[in-house]
């Protein structure tokens, strides 16, 4: 039994002694761990970052001064709205057409006051041609004939004074007639006849839709990659294998905060946009304020 003993502890003794070394064998030989840099985007081995088309989400509009929404300058009432949604209509057209009796009633007095005037002049007129003849065969003195000759001016300044109220009041009265700015559509009325409105209240929305434009925020992080006249391809949920061709038309010249929430959760929320613009090349089905997604290339668009 002793001669067993002493085999089992050589055996576990020399097992220990083998563990240690080979363990210390593996740590000499093994390299410092070197910390995995941090790549902010991933792109395919050997492919440069300018290849890699910059994505970006933003929304359908127009240009500045060719989406309208017209309002009632005035209170008054809704005579007629004389056009539909989505009737194109041409600059100068009568769009919705109001009425104020108060108005009305003002214009009917101070036109009868500027007849009152006209015929208050006349007879000033009348009496200063009479005393002429008479200063001329000397029958009054040119202090007399001076007095008639400022009472016709009085009547005269009188009668300018009343016909610019009268012109004050005729601008008043053309703002119950609404007129279209621009050519374009009229893509909205919120207004029916018969409905009793107040001054800034909205009337009717006038867009021009060959004007259309794309409204991007382009990532911070990509602002050096982007510069007018690059291809942009534009898709939306509504129509997922459809893509329409654009260009950058416009880059902004500083960075905003982010006003269109990304859809893809995997972007931030608290980073700076730079706003770029971008011009369709082809028709496109979008419609006004629908939400799309683009594509902006390296290459440079041809039309």
Do not use: C
Not at 38 to 45: G, I, K, Q
Not at 81 to 87: K, L, P
Not at 119 to 127: G, T, V
Not at 188 to 202: D, K, N, T
Request: proline letters at 5%; hydrophobic letters at 45%; charged letters at 25%.
């Amino acid at each position: 039994m002793t001669v067993y003993r002493y085999i089992i502890l050589l055996t576990v003794g020399a097992s220990i002694v083998a563990v240690a070394f080979f363990q210390f064998t593996a740590l000499s030989s093994t390299e410092p761990v070197r910390r995995a840099s941090v790549t902010y985007r991933e792109r395919p081995l050997g492919v440069a970052i300018d290849s890699v088309p910059v994505s970006a989400e933003g929304h359908v509009t127009t240009l500045p001064d060719f989406d309208i929404t017209l309002n009632s300058e005035l209170d008054a009432t809704v005579v007629r709205v004389a056009v539909a949604e989505h009737t194109v209509v041409r600059r100068g057209d009568l769009l919705v057409e109001l009425r104020s009796p108060e108005l009305e009633a003002v214009h009917a007095e101070l036109t009868s006051r500027a007849n009152e005037a006209v015929a208050e002049l006349k007879i000033a007129e009348q009496d200063l041609r009479a005393h002429k003849d008479l200063a001329e065969h000397g029958f009054i003195s040119p202090q007399g004939l001076l007095r008639y000759k400022l009472a016709w001016e009085r009547e005269l300044a009188r009668k300018h004074a009343s016909d610019a109220v009268v012109r004050r009041n005729f601008a008043q009265l053309a703002k119950l007639r609404i007129l279209s700015p621009i050519d374009g559509v009229a893509i909205a009325r919120y207004v029916q006849a018969g409905e009793v409105v107040r001054q800034e209240a909205r009337l009717i929305r006038v867009s021009d839709l060959t004007k259309m434009r794309i409204d991007v925020e382009v990532d911070e992080f990509d602002v050096g990659r982007i510069k007018p006249g690059l291809v942009a391809e534009v898709s939306a949920e509504s129509d997922p294998d459809r893509i329409w061709r654009g260009q950058v038309e416009q880059v902004g010249a500083a960075l905003v905060a982010r006003r269109i929430r990304p859809q893809d959760p995997a972007r931030p929320v608290d980073t700076m946009v730079l706003p770029v613009r971008i011009v369709l090349i082809e028709p496109a089905t979008l419609k006004l304020g629908q939400r799309v997604n683009v594509s902006i290339t390296s290459s440079v668009a041809s039309r």
